[in-house]
């Protein structure tokens, strides 16, 4: 099994930056595809962005596009989601997943809560 574990979130104002962490344990391969989801309050979660196995090839979803960064490092068996120029339509509970190589998302994380005031 996979354990995630997010971490990073808090209160921050609008204009500020955010890091998240996401940290891997378990049978952890480093093929599997990292992603970042996102719920705000009364909608449905979803896609922020996500990286393959090498860390070359990342995908944002337009609203972050410019403005959050995702990158990982197999070794300490971590992903990041750097945020800047936060928003308050940013406001979210934000999500780690992982999913094999060649299937959909399987294993997440508890989720870490991000609010952006303004």
């Known amino acids: 099994q996979v354990q995630l574990v997010e971490s990073g979130g808090g209160l921050v104002q609008a204009g500020g930056s955010l890091r998240l962490s996401c940290a891997a344990s378990?049978?952890?391969?480093?093929?599997?595809?990292m992603g970042w989801f996102r719920q705000a309050p009364g909608k449905q979660r979803e896609f922020v962005a996500s990286?393959?196995?090498?860390?070359?090839?990342?995908n944002y979803a337009d609203p972050v596009k410019g403005r959050f960064t995702m990158s990982r490092d197999n070794a300490k068996k971590t992903v990041t989601l750097q945020m800047n120029s936060l928003k308050p339509e940013d406001t979210a509970v934000y999500y780690c997943?992982?999913?094999?190589?060649?299937?959909?998302?399987?294993?997440w994380g508890q989720g870490t809560q991000v609010t952006v005031s303004s």
């Open positions: 997943a992982a999913a094999q190589l060649g299937g959909s998302y399987e294993y």
């Open positions: 378990g049978r952890t391969s480093s093929t599997y595809r």
């Open positions: 990286i393959n196995w090498s860390g070359g090839g990342t």
